[in-house]
């Protein structure tokens, strides 16, 4: 099986048992070993007494990525730290994508940068994870 392939059927199996990241309406544009592009729309129920979007929305979005990306390689991965800095308010209505880049790999860890940016391509939060890599396989 090619690596594009394990990635897709890894991340399938991932999203399908993820009520949390349907829930947000997570689309899922690209899936690839240390790769991932998802998409989704802000809702009402997403937004906090200020009128914007609560602080965790775009933090889920960029977990998830964090998570089918570091996975996508086959190895189940889970994070060890992570942060994150809002740059830009969001509405309802605002469309935002989530794009990752590895930043390193090795056997044990790794590192990823996600820039998320709304629908005028303007960036709106930058979050950058750290993942234990496990040594266990998906088995898919």
Do not use: C
Request: hydrophobic share 40%; aromatic share 8%; proline share 1%.
């Amino acid at each position: 099986m090619g690596k594009t392939d394990l990635a897709k059927k890894v991340v399938d199996r991932m999203y399908n048992n993820d009520p949390f990241s349907q829930w947000l309406g997570i689309e899922r544009i690209e899936d690839g070993a240390g790769i991932s592009k998802l998409r989704m729309t802000i809702r009402k129920e997403m937004l906090n007494g200020f009128d914007i979007a609560h602080g965790g929305i775009t933090y889920a979005l960029a977990d998830s990525a964090l998570a089918f990306a570091s996975n996508g390689h086959g190895r189940m991965s889970v994070s060890v730290e992570t942060s994150i800095s809002h740059t830009e308010s969001l509405k309802e209505g605002d469309v935002i994508t989530a794009v990752t880049e590895e930043m390193s790999l090795s056997n044990k860890i790794a590192v990823y940068h996600i820039t998320i940016r709304n629908q005028h391509d303007k960036v709106v939060a930058l979050f950058k994870g750290t993942v234990y890599r496990t040594s266990k396989e998906w088995n898919v």
